[in-house]
C-alpha cells in the first residue's frame, strides 16, 4: 500500500481510538460526577483531581479532531505517541492526587500503623491508575493497527510516565523505600499490561495483513468497497507501480457459476473493445488462483446521474442536452459494432472531469450487453427472465427479453433524459409488475405537463418519440438521435456553466 493509503488508513484508526476513548472518558466522569454527588459532597467536584478528569477526556478528543481527516502516516503516529504518553501520565497523577485527597486521618494512631494505612490507600491509587491506563492501551492495541515493537515501544513511554508520577511524586516524604516499592510493583503490573496488548496487537496486525494479502489481485490491491450491483462488486484500487486511479470490479465467491462466469468474462471483453471517449476504459482482466474472476478500469472522481438527480432535483434542458449526446455517441459507437448495452440507467451514466474538462458523461457496466454482430447470447437471457433494471426497460424487451436491439437503448435513453428532466421516472408504482404494466400500456405524459413548467417543445417531443411503445415509433439509431438533439436551437451547456455547477454542488453529490 502507498504511503497516502498507509496515512488514511491509519489517521482514520487513530481517528477511530481517540473516539473511542473520549466516550470511556465521559462514562468514567459520569459515574463519578453521581457517585460524589450521591455518596460525597457537592463541594468535592472542586476538587483539582476532577478537573484532571476532565483533561483526561479532552486528550483523546484531540486525537480525534487531529486524525479524522486524512494526514500522513508519520503525523499520526506522533498524534497517537503524544496522546498516549500524555494520557498515562494525566491518569496517573490524577489517581495521585485522589490518594492525597482521600489519604485516612492518622492523628492518634500509632505512626507503624499510620503509615501503613497511609500506603494502603496509595499503593490502591496507584493500581487504579495502571488498569485505567490498561484499559486505554489495550483499546488502542485492538483499533489501531501496528508491529509489535511499535506498540513495546509505546507501552514503555507511557510506562516510564507512570512510574515517574508514582514513585517520584509520592507524596509521602522522604519514605525512600516506600517509593521503590510503588515504583518496581507499579512498573510489574504495566509490564504485564505491556506484554498483553503486544501479542494483542501482533495479532490484530498479522490479521490485517492477511486481509491485505487475500485483496491482492495480480498486480492490485484493493482499497475499498465504493459499489455493488447485480454483476459484481467495485473497489477502490491501486497498482503496485503505476500512479492511476483504479476501479476493481470482482466477480464474488457466491455468485459463480457456468452463467455468470461467461456474462462477466463477455463483459470485459466487449467493454475493451470498445474506445469511445465516453465509455469508459479497461485496463486489463485476471483470475486469482482461487477463481475470483475481476477486471481493473478507470477511475472516475464524479457522481452518477442518479446521484446527481436525487441531491439536486430536476437539471437545465441545456445540461440534459450536453449530457444526451455524449451518451448517444458512446452507444452509435457501441452499436455499430453490434453491442447492444440492455441496461441504460441513471446509475449507470457518470458525470465527471476528465483532461482538464468538466461534466463529461461516461457510459458504464456493460454486464448486460448483447453481441448482435455474432449472434452470441449464449443462452444467458430468456423469456420470462428481466434484464436491466425495470424502471428503463423498453415495452419489446419486458415482452420478450432477447428482443432487445439498438432502439431498445434509445427508448432507455429516453426514459434517463426524462428523469434529468422532471426529477421523476417516466413511470412510478409499488411494484415491478405495476412498471412494467405502465411501460407496455400506459401513455406517456409530456414533460412540460409533469414538471409543471416550460420545456423546449422540440426536446420535449424528441423524448416522447425516444419513448414511443413500437420501436419503429423512435429514432432509428444513436446516430440520428445525437443528430436531433444537435439540431435542437438551444442555448449550449458552457464548461463555465459547469465549474460554476459543481463549485456550488460537486463536494454534496460525491458524497451522496
Not at 503486544?198 to 459499489?227: C, F, M, N, P, W
Request: hydrophobic residues 45%.
Amino acid at each position: 500500500m502507498n504511503d497516502s493509503l498507509i496515512g488514511q488508513s491509519l489517521s482514520a484508526r487513530v481517528a477511530l481510538f481517540g473516539a473511542a476513548w473520549t466516550g470511556v472518558s465521559l462514562f468514567g466522569v459520569l459515574v463519578h460526577l453521581t457517585t460524589t454527588l450521591i455518596l460525597g459532597s457537592p463541594k468535592e467536584l472542586v476538587e483539582p483531581s476532577f478537573a484532571i478528569q476532565g483533561i483526561v477526556c479532552v486528550i483523546p478528543g484531540a486525537m480525534w479532531l487531529l486524525c479524522r481527516t486524512p494526514r500522513n502516516a508519520s503525523f499520526a503516529r506522533l498524534v497517537e505517541a503524544v496522546g498516549l504518553v500524555a494520557g498515562a501520565v494525566t491518569i496517573s497523577y490524577m489517581c495521585r492526587l485522589l490518594a492525597h485527597e482521600t489519604t485516612p486521618a492518622t492523628e492518634g494512631v500509632p505512626a507503624r500503623f499510620g503509615a501503613l494505612l497511609v500506603g494502603v490507600a496509595y499503593d490502591g491509587f496507584a493500581t487504579i491508575g495502571v488498569y485505567a491506563s490498561a484499559v486505554m492501551f489495550t483499546l488502542r492495541s485492538a483499533l489501531v493497527p501496528s508491529r509489535t515493537r511499535h506498540t513495546l515501544l509505546l507501552g514503555l513511554a507511557m510506562g516510564a510516565g507512570i512510574v515517574l508520577v508514582f514513585a517520584y511524586f509520592a507524596p509521602l516524604g522522604p519514605d525512600g523505600p516506600r517509593q521503590v516499592s510503588v515504583g518496581v510493583s507499579t512498573m510489574s503490573l504495566w509490564l504485564l499490561v505491556v506484554a498483553v496488548c503486544a501479542v494483542l496487537s501482533a495479532t490484530i496486525y498479522g490479521l490485517h495483513q492477511e486481509i491485505r494479502e487475500a485483496r491482492q489481485l495480480g498486480q492490485y490491491t484493493l482499497d475499498e468497497k465504493i459499489g455493488e450491483g447485480g454483476m459484481g462488486i467495485v473497489y477502490r484500487a491501486h497498482h503496485a507501480m503505476l500512479r492511476r486511479p483504479t476501479a476493481i470490479k470482482l466477480l464474488p465467491h457466491d455468485r459463480v457459476g457456468d452463467e455468470a462466469i461467461q456474462r462477466f468474462e463477455r463483459e470485459v471483453q466487449l467493454t475493451a473493445e470498445l474506445t469511445h471517449p465516453n465509455t469508459i476504459t479497461v485496463y486489463d482482466y485476471g483470475r486469482t488462483p482461487d477463481g475470483v474472476f475481476y477486471y481493473a478500469m478507470e477511475l472516475l472522481d464524479g457522481a452518477t446521474v442518479q446521484a446527481l438527480v436525487d441531491t439536486t432535483g430536476a437539471q437545465p434542458p441545456a445540461r440534459v442536452v450536453h449530457v444526451l449526446r455524449m451518451v448517444a455517441g458512446a452507444l452509435a459507437e457501441a452499436h455499430g459494432r453490434g453491442l447492444i448495452h440492455r441496461d441504460i440507467k441513471p446509475a449507470n451514466v457518470i458525470l465527471s472531469e476528465r483532461g482538464g474538462t468538466p461534466d463529461v458523461a461516461t457510459v458504464l457496466d456493460f454486464g448486460l450487453a448483447r453481441d448482435l454482430a455474432n449472434g452470441e447470447d449464449h443462452g444467458l437471457t430468456f423469456d420470462g427472465k428481466i434484464m436491466g433494471t425495470p424502471m428503463y426497460l423498453a415495452p419489446e424487451v419486458i415482452k420478450k427479453a432477447n428482443a432487445a436491439d439498438a432502439r431498445s437503448d434509445i427508448y432507455a435513453l429516453g426514459a434517463v433524459a426524462y428523469f434529468m428532466l422532471t426529477g421523476h421516472p417516466v413511470f412510478e408504482a409499488s411494484t415491478i409488475v405495476e412498471v412494467c404494466s405502465h411501460h407496455l400500456h400506459s401513455p406517456v405524459m409530456p414533460l412540460s405537463q409533469r414538471l409543471g413548467a416550460s420545456i423546449p417543445a422540440e426536446l420535449d417531443a424528441l423524448i416522447v418519440q425516444c419513448l414511443a411503445k413500437e420501436p419503429e415509433g423512435r429514432p432509428q439509431s444513436a446516430r440520428a438521435l445525437a443528430e436531433a438533439l444537435a439540431a435542437i436551437d438551444l442555448a449550449a451547456w458552457t464548461e463555465s456553466d459547469a465549474r460554476a455547477w459543481w463549485d456550488a454542488h460537486g463536494a454534496r453529490v460525491k458524497a451522496r
